[in-house]
């Protein structure tokens, strides 16, 4: 654990910090981290935004992914109070009860600002066939460093062969 006195850790935060209005920062030592909305965009059809919590009831899915289709997530994502380090994002999907898909990205270091951050993750690809087609129930998280969870959700979503809704 670094401690307030060490100085490359000053410089980090000096770094971090050079574009923040400090008064506004203050000294409270926890972040406050909202992920807004998730935006998925594919080449095939116009961006869905979504914000989050999503809004679906029970046993509906919360969007529609065309099978073998490209995609790309978007998250929009604030950052107030204090440096936020390592955050990272989790994605565990299951179909019928059984993990199909487990992905863990490092989504780096943010410093607060007025402005959401952008954070766009590595293109996909839904999978194809029949037998892929269905529904599907995920739960998302996002931590820090520290393992301060700033949002944890389930939600259910349906592969399908053409885009739907």
């Known amino acids: 654990m670094l401690s307030s006195d060490d100085e490359s850790l000053r410089r980090w935060k000096e770094t971090l910090l050079a574009n923040v209005d400090l ?3 203050g000294e409270n030592p926890d972040p406050l981290v909202t ?5 998925i965009s594919s ?8 914000p989050i919590p ?3 009831g029970s046993n509906s899915a919360a ?3 065309k099978d073998g289709s490209k995609y790309c997530l978007k998250f929009n994502v604030t950052v107030h109070n204090n440096i936020v380090s390592g955050l990272r994002y989790t994605n565990t999907v ?4 059984i993990r199909v898909d487990y992905k863990k990205v490092m989504l780096g270091t943010f410093s ?4 959401a951050y952008v954070i766009e993750l590595e293109e996909e690809t839904t999978p194809s066939g029949f037998l892929a087609r269905g529904y599907y129930t995920a739960k998302t998280k996002f931590a820090d460093d520290d393992g301060k969870c700033y949002l944890e959700m389930d939600y259910a979503f349906e592969i399908k062969k053409d885009w739907g809704r």
């Open 63 to 65: 969007f529609v992914l």
């Open 112 to 115: 607060p600002q007025k402005d």
């Open 54 to 56: 999503f809004q679906s």
């Open 43 to 50: 080449p095939e059809r116009a961006d869905l935004v979504l």
């Open 94 to 97: 299951w179909k019928k009860g």
């Open 23 to 25: 008064s506004e920062v």
């Open 35 to 39: 992920i807004m909305n998730l935006t």
